[in-house]
C-alpha cells in the first residue's frame, strides 16, 4: 500500500529555518496534489501549503507566505517544505497528504496521510 513518510522536524530557535521531507513509496503519488498541514496541541488541524501534481502551482495559508516553500521532486517521489524565520507560532505536528484533484485547502480532500513529524520553535 503506498504510504507517505514525514522527517526532519526538530527543536529550533526562532528565527532559524528547517526542511521536511515528505517521502512516498516508489512514484506512487506523482499524479496527486500534496499538501502540507500541522495540528498544535488543543487546536484543529491547519492547511499549510499545497503543490499541484506537476509541482507548477502552489498555495499557501496567509501565516507562512514568504517563509515557507513547497517544493517535489518527482524522480525521487518527494515533497519538500522548506521553512524560514520559523516563529513559536509554527509550533506543531507537520503531515504532509495526497489528493487526486487540484489544489485545495480542505483536508477531507487528502486521502491519503503521513504520521507526521513534530516541529518546535523556541522563543
Known amino acids: 500500500q503506498a504510504q507517505l513518510v514525514e522527517s526532519g522536524g526538530g527543536l529550533v530557535q526562532a528565527g532559524d529555518s528547517l526542511r521536511l521531507s515528505c517521502a512516498s513509496s516508489g512514484r506512487a503519488f506523482n499524479y496527486y496534489t500534496i499538501g502540507w498541514f500541522r495540528q498544535a496541541p488543543g487546536k484543529e488541524r491547519e492547511f499549510v501549503a499545497a503543490i499541484d501534481y506537476r509541482g507548477t502551482e502552489t498555495i499557501y495559508a496567509d501565516s507562512v507566505k514568504g517563509r515557507f516553500a513547497i517544493s517535489r521532486d518527482k524522480s525521487k517521489g518527494a515533497i519538500y517544505l522548506q521553512m524560514n524565520s520559523l516563529k513559536p507560532e509554527d509550533t506543531a505536528v507537520y503531515s504532509c497528504?495526497?489528493?487526486?484533484?487540484?489544489?485545495?485547502?480542505?483536508?477531507?480532500?487528502?486521502?491519503?496521510w503521513g504520521q507526521g513529524t513534530q516541529v518546535t520553535v523556541s522563543s
Open positions: 497528504a495526497a489528493a487526486p484533484g487540484g489544489l485545495d485547502e480542505t483536508p477531507s480532500q487528502y486521502l491519503y
